[in-house]
């Protein structure tokens, strides 16, 4: 089994260690088209309007565009340590074992195209989303160089989020997570889809199959394992469908 993640806009803000090594990351095969990105980046941040370009917020592009620019000379930490929205809270990596964790999660990125936890890298800001001159979309950008280098066994939980799963689909069986709130009113019960408590939901359920150290080869096998841990859970067709109560 292997879990697809997100990374999270949220990030510590400083690293703790030498520079960026590309030599020293995982999947080297994504090297050159990291390079690529890191060039078309630079380049980005250096224009009048690099917030619009990059899709920045306006009250957090100063900050974003300073660390962007300072890629290749910043401090470095793992990204077990970098990410830390909320479904990275409720991940908890520090309360797992590293070693299975790192082995189990695939972190995918707008720069680095897609990361394991023990990948040293400095804090930066880049979504899947942004069109980024002169490669375009990021997100199919990284497509044929992550399609080429990313062959993971067993089965694939998938929870990431619309950019970053267009950027790789699994060729074996692959379950996409999704989270909803279901509500009871006269009887009727209605769903809807939730969205900070999705992310919390992905990440509880991600470290809940890693503290089990499950391990499941087939969709059915997952929702077994996960309704084991105490979610409510329904597989249809290749989503595993989380159930939150109302």
Known sequence: MHIL???SEKKATEG???PLDLASLSLPELTA???RVITALTRA????DAAQVLDLPAGQADEALARDRALLEAPALPAARLYTGVLYDNLDLPSLDADA??????????????LRLTDRVPPYRLSMSVSLPPLGRLGTFWKPAITKALRPSGLIVDMRSGPYAAAWKASQPAVAVR?????ITGGVAKRTVVSHMAK?????IAHDLLKAGADPATPEELLKAVAGLGHTVELN???LDVILPG
Not at 179 to 183: A, K, L
Not at 200 to 204: H, I, Q
């Open 5 to 7: 993640l997100p990374p």
């Open 16 to 18: 703790d260690g030498p």
């Open 33 to 35: 088209a990291r390079k």
């Open 45 to 48: 941040c250096k224009r009048k």
């Open 101 to 114: 964790a790192a082995e189990r999660v695939i972190v995918f990125s707008g720069l680095w195209g897609a």
């Open 179 to 183: 989270v909803f709130r279901e509500t």
């Open 200 to 204: 919390a939901t992905r990440g509880a």
């Open 237 to 239: 067709g290749s989503n």
